[in-house]
């Protein structure tokens, strides 16, 4: 009894003290952000939390990361790469916006998806919750991955991976569905992607946010299938669904 009081306490410090980080990060941006943020937030506890698989992911993450900025994290680790290799600012998709491509996408427990730079690993956790399809995140910070896998071995969680390596160098060949939040990747790093996915077998889907695919190739490789609408914390965007031809 005592022990379930005490995970009880830890849950809701936990989520007090993201709400509360939140509201920080936001107002150090933009009023839209801290909008975005605070609504964003309400939502994942309401829509998501009762799901308790993804719950407990969920806030042992922001627990980890509760005196630790991602984003410094991630711009103290990639200051020194190359920029066609990575994309040196973070950001997360809201699981809304995750949700809404699940759902364009039909996802299902078949589905094996890829998310190139995971981050933190949340996504990943999520669709695994949501969809108990194989959920495996792509990361090139060592940070993000070691926790991710803490997290994970600590519950107990099965088909959920965390690949510390450049997402150029990771080979695909069981993905179903790759997951692109690649806003601000310059045209020589789409470039280099491409090259990858076209040893994609045939039928993968590519889920790519801002930007088509077919609009970096001529060559036949991909169909685009559907353009969607999401919802991220700078605002509205389009989002591509490609099938691998």
């Not at 509360?20 to 506890?45: H, M, W």
Request: hydrophobic share 45%; with cysteine; aromatic share 14%.
């Amino acid at each position: 009894m005592i022990l379930r009081a005490f995970r009880a306490l830890i849950a809701l410090l936990s989520i007090m003290a993201e709400a509360v980080f939140s509201l920080l990060k936001a107002l150090a941006y933009s009023p839209v952000y801290l909008l975005n943020e605070t609504i964003q937030f309400l939502v994942t506890v309401i829509r998501y939390y009762p799901n308790a698989r993804f719950r407990r992911a969920d806030l042992l993450c922001l627990w980890a990361y509760l005196l630790r900025d991602p984003y410094k994290i991630c711009q103290h680790y990639l200051s020194d790469f190359p920029n066609d290799r990575v994309q040196k600012v973070y950001g997360e998709t809201f699981f809304t916006t995750l949700e809404t491509i699940a759902t364009a996408i039909n996802l299902s427990e078949s589905d094996v998806i890829y998310d190139l730079g995971c981050g933190r690993g949340r996504s990943i956790f999520w669709f695994n919750a949501m969809y108990r399809c194989r959920a495996v995140g792509v990361e090139i910070n060592p940070v993000f991955v070691t926790q991710a896998r803490k997290i994970r071995k600590r519950l107990g969680i099965d088909g959920v991976d965390f690949i510390l390596a450049d997402m150029m160098d990771v080979d695909y060949d069981d993905a179903t569905v790759i997951y692109l939040y690649g806003t601000v990747f310059n045209d020589s790093a789409i470039a280099r992607l491409i090259d990858r996915f076209a040893l994609l077998r045939k039928g993968t889907r590519i889920v790519s946010v801002s930007y088509p695919l077919t609009r970096y190739t001529d060559a036949p490789l991909f169909e685009l299938e559907q353009t969607i609408k999401g919802k991220f914390l700078w605002g509205q965007t389009d989002i591509y669904i490609h099938r691998k031809l």
